[in-house]
């Protein structure tokens, strides 16, 4: 982790490699013949190997010979450092188990979307190569038109108008010959009027030429932007532009019903039936482990027992229970003497009972009271008002503890928490004083309620039982700030803060707490992809988006919060296309430029 804030904390513009950590690593721990030697770790070797690269930077870049190689993108591989946590948390593990056991039917599924892509790549590069070059111009001043898009050339698409023509740069016509078939030409030569015909700017195509279907690679990306979903309907109206609304619609409407409603979503079915065979796996594991457990503990007690038993001694029986009568007749104003094994072993199991309701661990609770019931008696005595007392506030517990475990009383919260959160929903804008006045009686009277049910909670599980409990910790954490909330509001100290939304929470309980403990591990093992993929980003394209013209884009990785924000962005789906665009063209739209393509396309299915 410390390893990932530092890389964090880099901001993206290097000047060189510094070597001195490795230096001291080396000195300190030695170099290989050591047992814990500096080259005997994986990961050490390759930040050995990055720094020697680095150190040989010139020289590789004059052999090279301006290929756009960087070697410092190498240190990229430091990012895979966070999946040394995942070893250290059992619940990720069965996560990354289930993917990991999925890679071989989803290696079919991935086959058979390959397979769908080919197909529709190779027919588009077909029936569209170069089709999307061609934009309308100003035939006079060369201009291209603002918010340029394809047109057609062979009449059946996007025509141009007014002063425009549609022109492709590729094409081995003349500009001057396009512009002399135009109305507005023809009359300017009748006139003897002859303009110059500059030549035009030139236009690569949507998306700064990375939208067509020119070549197989350019092609696949584009049905793999259009399978995704995102931006496909603009991608088929240009080509309707340019080639007329006949047949594109076939292609397109076809690609997306097999390619993303179809193929897609068998992804997530064999993801799905892992996990579930995985998780069935893991339960199993864990059944024969406290069984296992089980097993070992009660021979272990039952030896135990039996060594005790063997050792003892009939005098010191006799002895014993001559003390024992001894002490009644001291104690003759005792009420009754009790013994560890009945009423106070009892007492403890009142104290105990049900603990896994209460978020307790059911692994060990049973033995306890099977190794306190097989302890040596001894006897104490206790008052009459004493006992009273304790009879009296053990009638009370129970009776509490039964109100609290009925599902009544758990129905009665949760609609008082729907209450709660219909007198949260009413607040607007512009609302009238006597909805203000009803909001701040409401909210006290919800919370002397919550704080009632708090302390009946206390009382009837006790303290120890009660924090036990993820939801109960949170139910005090909350009623506790809603106590100081309303103190401070009612003696005008400070205005509202808005701590009864936290109530809403409480609506979770409606779930099953092994639900969300999978979603937080699912969360977790998230968080680690997206902290990799930003960190990679960075060394990516950190500093690169920095276009002439033009400002720089919201998405981009030049810090490790706006890269995390990009990654998730490219995660939801949202403009994800538009990012891998200016990742492209932040190499120059070069061989190299293309291939960092792969970083979204990654990102994309992995992540998703």
């Known amino acids: 982790m410390a390893n990932c804030c530092a890389l964090g904390a880099i901001t993206p513009y290097p000047d060189g490699d510094s070597n001195t950590l490795n230096h001291i690593l080396i000195i300190a ?31 590789i870049q004059q052999m090279v010979e301006q290929s756009g190689v960087d070697v410092k993108a190498l240190r990229a591989f430091r990012v895979l450092r966070p999946l040394r946590l995942v070893s250290g948390l059992p619940s990720l593990q069965v996560v990354l188990n289930s993917i990991m056991r999925a890679m071989v039917p989803l290696l079919h599924i991935a086959l058979l979307v390959i397979f769908v892509i080919i197909i529709y790549a190779i027919v588009g590069l077909e029936l569209f190569s170069g089709k999307l070059h061609a934009t309308c ?3 006079v001043t060369g201009e291209i038109e603002d918010n340029p898009s394809p047109c057609s050339l062979n009449q059946r698409g996007a025509l141009c108008t007014g002063s425009t023509i549609c022109y492709d740069f590729k094409l081995d016509m003349s500009y001057a010959a396009v512009a002399e078939r135009k109305q507005q030409a023809e009359a300017i030569l009748a006139g003897n009027i002859t303009p110059p015909l500059p030549q035009p700017e030139r236009w690569v195509g949507p998306n700064y030429g990375i939208t067509n279907f020119d070549n197989f690679g350019l092609s696949m990306l584009t049905v793999f932007q259009c399978i995704t979903m995102e931006g496909w309907t603009q991608v088929l109206y240009w080509v309707n532009d340019s080639q007329g609304m006949l047949y594109p619609w076939i292609y397109f409407i076809s690609m997306i019903i097999i390619g993303s409603f179809f193929v897609m979503n068998l992804v997530l079915g064999v993801l799905s039936g892992e996990f579930s065979k995985e998780r069935e796996k893991a339960k199993k594991r864990g059944k024969y482990q406290k069984a296992r457990e089980q097993m070992q503990f009660e021979e272990d007690v039952q030896g135990y027992l039996d060594w005790i038993s063997a050792a003892e001694d009939i005098s010191d029986d006799e002895e014993t229970t001559n003390k024992e009568d001894e002490k009644e007749k001291k104690f003759h104003w005792c009420a009754a003497c009790r013994t560890t094994s009945s009423s106070a072993t009892d007492d403890f199991e009142e104290e105990e009972e049900d603990p896994s309701e209460h978020g307790l661990d059911d692994g060990g609770g049973g033995h306890r009271s099977q190794s306190s019931s097989q302890q040596h008696q001894y006897f104490f005595c206790i008052p009459l008002k004493g006992r009273r007392s304790r009879r009296w506030n ?68 006790g303290i120890r039982c009660y924090f036990d409990f993820m939801f109960n910790r949170f139910d005090f954490f909350v009623v506790i700030c809603s106590i100081i909330e309303v103190v401070l509001i009612q003696t005008k100290v400070m205005p509202p803060l808005g701590v009864s939304v936290l ?57 490790f919060y706006q890269s995390l924000i990009t990654v998730f962005q490219i995660l939801t789906s949202e403009d994800w296309n538009e990012a891998m665009y200016n990742g492209i063209r932040s190499y120059s739209n070069s061989r190299v430029g293309i291939m960092v393509c792969l970083y979204y396309v990654i990102l994309f299915i992995c992540g998703n």
């Open 137 to 139: 111009y100003d035939f």
């Open 29 to 59: 721990f030695g170099f290989v013949m050591h047992p814990g030697a500096y080259l005997r770790n994986a990961w050490n070797i390759l930040d050995f190997t990055i720094v020697i690269l680095g150190l040989l930077q010139p020289l």
């Open 394 to 461: 053990r009638r009370c517990r129970r009776s509490c503890r039964r109100l609290v475990k009925s599902q009544t009383f758990y129905w009665i919260v949760i609609v008082l928490v729907f209450l709660n959160t219909g007198v949260l929903t009413s607040e607007h804008y512009g609302q009238p004083p006597w909805l203000d006045d009803f909001q701040d009686m409401a909210n006290i009277v919800f919370v002397v309620l919550f704080s009632i049910e708090m302390l009946i909670k206390m009382y009837s599980l």
């Open 503 to 559: 109530r809403c929470a409480r609506l979770l309980r409606v779930f099953k707490v092994t639900s969300l403990k999978s979603i937080v591990s699912l969360l977790v093992l998230l968080f680690l992809f997206i902290v990799i993929f930003a960190l990679l980003g960075m060394q990516l394209f950190g500093g690169r988006f920095n276009f002439p013209r033009e400002e720089k884009p919201r998405s981009n990785f030049d810090s």
